[in-house]
């Protein structure tokens, strides 16, 4: 896994566009869950990348109120240093073929049967 900065702009009075979770409230890396499309996070991070710095602060130790305060007190310029991971957005995967197995229908034939 590589680590990195990223340096986000954004226009004053925007959202960055990306969805923070974890910290250590949650007993877990704080990393991003989701990006806005048309965001200035898009195409500057992913899902599933771990935030390992915000500015000049390492995000060991803190609490995601704690780093959601780091981030709005950015500014318009957002430095983060990431870790990217494997990627948890797995929208974009449909099925290529007919689906073989309804709940539904099963759950009728589980049912009917006496």
Same mark, same amino acid.
């Given at each position: 896994? +590589?680590?990195?900065?990223?340096?986000?702009?954004?226009?004053?009075?925007?959202?960055?566009?990306?969805?923070?979770?974890?910290?250590?409230?949650?007993?877990?890396?704080?990393?991003?869950?989701?990006?806005?499309?048309?965001?200035? +996070?898009?195409?500057?991070?992913?899902?599933?990348?771990?935030?390992?710095?915000?500015?000049?602060?390492?995000?060991?130790?803190?609490?995601?109120?704690? +780093?959601?305060?780091? *981030?709005? +007190?950015?500014?318009?310029?957002?430095?983060?240093?990431?870790?990217?991971?494997?990627?948890?957005?797995?929208?974009?995967?449909?099925?290529?073929?007919? *689906?073989?197995?309804?709940?539904?229908?099963?759950?009728?034939?589980?049912?009917?049967?006496?």
């Amino acid at each position: 896994m +590589a680590q990195f900065s990223v340096q986000l702009h954004r226009p004053p009075g925007t959202l960055w566009g990306f969805r923070l979770q974890g910290g250590r409230d949650f007993s877990s890396q704080l990393s991003v869950k989701k990006i806005e499309n048309g965001s200035p +996070a898009q195409g500057q991070l992913l899902p599933g990348d771990e935030i390992i710095g915000i500015g000049h602060t390492s995000t060991n130790g803190l609490t995601h109120m704690e +780093a959601n305060s780091l *981030i709005k +007190a950015a500014g318009n310029v957002l430095h983060l240093t990431i870790v990217r991971g494997p990627s948890q957005d797995f929208s974009h995967i449909k099925p290529t073929g007919p *689906i073989k197995f309804s709940p539904w229908k099963y759950n009728q034939q589980q049912q009917n049967h006496y």
